[in-house]
T-cell receptor, first 113, second 113 residues
Framework: EADIYQTPRYLVIGTGKKITLECSQT?????MYWYQQDPGMELHLIHY???????EKGDLSSESTVSRIRTEHFPLTLESARPSHTSQYLC????????????FGQGTRLTVV | DQQVKQNSPSLSVQEGRISILNCDYT??????FLWYKKYPAEGPTFLIS?????DKNEDGRFTVFLNKSAKHLSLHIVPSQPGDSAVYFC????????????FGKGTKLSVIP
């Protein structure tokens, strides 16, 4: 049973607002990821972290930012939300060793109006 | 350029029969492959994986086959059950490198009672 949690599950917000999507895991995993997925499309990596104070941008360019101050916490922030940011955001984590599965949270469905 | 391709967007199978989901990849550096199952508005759930040193891995009703020369893998579900109805994502990583997972677009499986 994966122990990775995302809040909120659903968020409808107005254009220009600042939002933070929360992600926490209790498995002590070093690696954490944020993926973005639109319906019928693949998951695209937007940010990842190999440990505390480590953050990198993924393959898909994103206006969001992330931080990793604690091992268990990997929040994603949008300073000024736009309708183009409407999507599902999925957080995941995996153990340090290579070739291990990533465990996903339940996702946040973001709608910017 | 998609490195992981799932060319069938959808598949319908009768309950009790075999479901076969296919995945092709182009990156020769991929050495670890995973299948995830995803329900709407939920995060992906890990199903089964296979390392490139193997050609088959089995877990209960789920079996993954890997054909490295053809850069092709498949997921077999036998027997299929209505609860298996979901979107199935194929993913790959080059573990020695970035640890990132590259996903396909998914195949929606419908198991008809």
């Amino acid at each position: 049973e994966a122990d990775i949690y995302q809040t909120p599950r659903y968020l409808v917000i107005g254009t220009g607002k600042k939002i933070t999507l929360e992600c926490s895991q209790t498995m002590g995993h070093d690696k954490m990821y944020w993926y973005q997925q639109d319906p019928g499309m693949e998951l695209h990596l937007i940010h990842y972290s190999y440990g505390v104070n480590s953050t990198e941008k993924g393959d898909l360019s994103s206006e969001s930012t992330v931080s990793r101050i604690r091992t268990e916490h990997f929040p994603l922030t949008l300073e000024s939300a736009r309708p183009s940011h409407t999507s599902q955001y999925l957080c995941a984590s995996s153990a340090r060793a290579s070739n291990t599965e990533a465990f996903f949270g339940q996702g946040t469905r973001l709608t910017v109006v | 350029d998609q490195q992981v391709k799932q060319n069938s967007p959808s598949l319908s199978v009768q309950e009790g029969r075999i479901s076969i989901l296919n995945c092709d990849y182009t990156n020769s550096m991929f050495d670890y492959f995973l299948w995830y199952k995803k329900y709407p508005a939920e995060g992906p759930t890990f199903l089964i994986s296979i390392s490139s040193i193997k050609d088959k891995n089995e877990d209960g009703r789920f079996t993954v086959f890997l054909n490295k020369s053809a850069k092709h893998l498949s997921l077999h579900i036998v027997p299929s059950q209505p609860g298996d109805s979901a979107v199935y994502f194929c993913a790959a990583s080059d573990g020695a490198g970035s640890y990132q997972l590259t996903f396909g677009k998914g195949t929606k499986l419908s198991v008809i009672p």
